[in-house]
C-alpha cells in the first residue's frame, strides 16, 4: 500500500514537471514575435501594422479550441490532447520557417492558437482537478519563464545566423520533445477519482446560473472590460518594445532584446513574489499598487528623459503588471456578485484573449499613421483608464473586506 503511494506521488509529481515546461513552452512562440518582428516584415515587405493580422489570426484559433476543450478533452482525455496540440503547435512552427510569405504565416497563425488553447486549457484543468492553487500559480509563473526567454533565443538567432527563422525552429524542437513526452505519459494522466476529488469537481459546479443571466450583468461587461485592457496592455508592449528601441530610439538590437527579455523577466518575477506575499497585504491595495507602479513606468517610459530611462521603464511595468491578471480572477466575485461569477470568469478569459489581439494591433496602426513614439502615449492612457475601471468596478464594501 505504501509503495503504491509512493508510485502515485511520484507520478504526480513527474506530471506537475512535464506540465511546468510545457507551460514554459507554450510562452517561448509569444516572445519570439516582438523580436523577430523587424526582419519579417523586412523579409516579406509588409507594413509594420500587419502583426494585427497574425495576432487576431492565433486569437481565432486560441478562442476556438479554449471554447471546445471541455468537450475535446472529455472524449480524448487530457494526455491525448496535450501530446496533440504539442505535435500541431511544433509542426506551425516548423511551418513558419518555411512559409513563402507573410499571408502563410497569417494562415498558420490560425492552428498555432487552436494548439496553443488546447495547451494552455488541458494544463489549466488538470491542475485545478489535481492540485492546489499555490501550484497554479507556479504554473502561470512558468508562463513567464517562457516568454522571458522567447525574446533571448530570437535575439541569439538573429545575431548568430542571421535569421528569425532559427528561433522557431529551437521552439518547435521543444514543442515536438514535448509531445513525444505527453504520448509516452497518457496513461498517467487520467483523473483522480477518490471521493476527495469528487467533492472539489461538486464544488467547482456550484453555480448554476445561466449564461444569458449572467450576461444582462452591466457589472459583468465591466469586468470583462478590465481583462481586455489589461491583457492588450500586456501584450502590447511585449510585441511593440523592440521595434520601439531599435527603429525610433536607435538602441542596438542585442541590448534592445535584451530590454524585450528583461520586460518578461520582471514579469516572472513579479509573479513569483506576489504568490509569495499575497497573504501579507489585501488584494486591493495590491491590484491599485501594481496598476499605479505600471502607469509611472508607462509614464517614464513616454517621457524617455535619457537612455537608460527606457530599460528601466519596460522593466518596472513588466514587474509591476504581472499580479494584476490573477489578482482580478481572485476579485472576480468582489466585483459581481456570487452566483455570476463562475459564468464570469469564463467570459473574462475570452475578453481577455481579444483585448490581447485588438490593442496591440492598433498600437501597430498607430505606430504607421504617426510614429512608434505615440506607442508608450497610447499605454498611459490605457493604463490610466484601466485604473479608472477598476476604482468604479470594485465595491467599496468590497475593498474594506479585502
Sequence with gaps: MEETRSQT????IGLLILAYSAFIALGSPDGLM???????????????????????????????????????????????????SCFLTGAVLVGYTLAPGWWVMVGLAVFAGLGAGSIDAGLNTYIASEHNEGLMQWLHASYGIGITTGPII??????????????????????????????????????????AAEEKDRRLLDYK??????????????????FFIYTGVEIALGAWAYSLLTESRGIAPQAAG?????????????????????????LDTLLRGSILTALAGALLLWWNPAPWASLVA????????????????????????????????GIQLSGAGLGGAAIPALAGVIAR???????????????????????????????QNA
Excluded: C, H
Aim: hydrophobic share 50%; net charge positive; aromatic share 12%.
Design 154 to 195: 530570437m535575439t541569439a538567432g538573429l545575431a548568430n545566423f542571421n535569421s528569425w527563422r532559427w528561433g522557431y525552429t529551437i521552439v518547435a524542437l521543444i514543442q515536438v520533445t514535448l509531445a513525444l513526452a505527453f504520448t509516452a505519459t497518457i496513461s498517467m494522466w487520467k483523473r483522480d477519482n477518490t471521493p
Design 369 to 399: 499613421n504617426s510614429s512608434l513614439e505615440a506607442v508608450p502615449f497610447y499605454l498611459v492612457v490605457l493604463l490610466g483608464l484601466l485604473l479608472a475601471l477598476y476604482l468604479f468596478a470594485t465595491p467599496q464594501k468590497a475593498t
Design 9 to 12: 506521488q511520484k507520478s504526480k
Design 209 to 226: 446560473t445561466s449564461m444569458r443571466e449572467t450576461l444582462l450583468q452591466p457589472s459583468v461587461w465591466l469586468s470583462v472590460l478590465l
Design 258 to 282: 535584451l530590454v524585450a527579455g528583461s520586460y518578461w523577466g520582471t514579469f516572472t518575477l513579479g509573479r513569483m513574489l506576489a504568490g509569495l506575499y499575497t497573504q501579507r497585504i489585501s
Design 314 to 345: 519596460v522593466a518596472i511595468i513588466g514587474f509591476a503588471i504581472a499580479p494584476i491578471f490573477p489578482g482580478l480572477v481572485s476579485g472576480t466575485k468582489a466585483r459581481v456578485q456570487p452566483k455570476y461569477a463562475a459564468n464570469t470568469i
Design 34 to 84: 516582438g523580436v523577430a518582428w523587424p526582419s519579417i516584415r523586412r523579409d516579406f515587405g509588409v507594413p509594420i501594422d500587419y502583426l494585427g493580422f497574425q495576432m487576431f489570426a492565433a486569437t481565432t484559433g486560441y478562442l476556438t479550441s479554449s471554447f471546445f476543450s471541455g468537450r475535446v478533452m472529455a472524449r480524448l482525455g487530457v494526455g491525448r490532447l496535450l501530446a496533440l
